[in-house]
């Protein structure tokens, strides 16, 4: 399985990424070392939606706090970067797409990125994959 990330990148032409304590959702808690994983540059941080391709070199979960009932669940992961986008893919090109059961790859990136817009690692369908792979 594939996965996304989207988070705030300082600078999108490092090789390596360390993304410390990252939320997850829609099945991100389940990404692995040797997984691969498109990095987007949060626009909520100045960044502008997809900017790389790497591969997980580690990932770990992170332990719940106690005491607290509701917690979304965290893990820190290490990226090698493997590729830069060639064009661009952010809030501003997916806003359209907002029927939710349309299952185009497009959809499922809106939904899971913007819909809600913290940042988070989340897990990618066979389609979705293939889609972003487009882009590199």
């Given at each position: 399985?594939?996965?996304?990330?989207?988070?705030?990148?300082?600078d999108p032409?490092?090789?390596?990424?360390?993304?410390?304590?990252?939320?997850?959702?829609y099945?991100?808690?389940?990404?692995?070392e040797?997984?691969?994983?498109?990095?987007?540059?949060?626009?909520n941080?100045?960044?502008?939606?997809?900017?790389a391709?790497?591969?997980?070199?580690?990932?770990?979960?992170?332990?719940?706090?106690?005491?607290m009932e509701?917690?979304?669940?965290?893990?820190s992961?290490?990226?090698?970067?493997?590729?830069?986008?060639?064009?661009?893919?952010?809030?501003?090109e997916?806003?359209?797409?907002?029927?939710?059961?349309?299952?185009?790859?497009?959809?499922?990136?809106n939904?899971?990125?913007?819909?809600?817009?913290?940042?988070?690692?989340?897990?990618?369908?066979?389609?979705?994959t293939?889609f972003?792979?487009?882009?590199?």
């Open positions: 399985m594939a996965y996304a990330i989207k988070v705030e990148i300082h032409q490092e090789k390596t990424f360390v993304f410390p304590r990252q939320k997850t959702m099945g991100g808690k389940e990404i692995a040797g997984d691969t994983v498109f990095l987007f540059a949060s626009e941080e100045g960044g502008q939606g997809l900017i391709r790497g591969v997980v070199t580690s990932a770990k979960a992170v332990s719940r706090k106690p005491g509701r917690q979304t669940p965290r893990v992961i290490a990226v090698r970067r493997t590729a830069l986008a060639r064009r661009p893919l952010g809030r501003r997916l806003k359209t797409f907002s029927d939710w059961k349309d299952g185009r790859p497009e959809t499922e990136l939904f899971k990125f913007y819909r809600q817009a913290t940042n988070k690692i989340v897990g990618l369908s066979d389609e979705t293939a972003l792979k487009g882009y590199f």
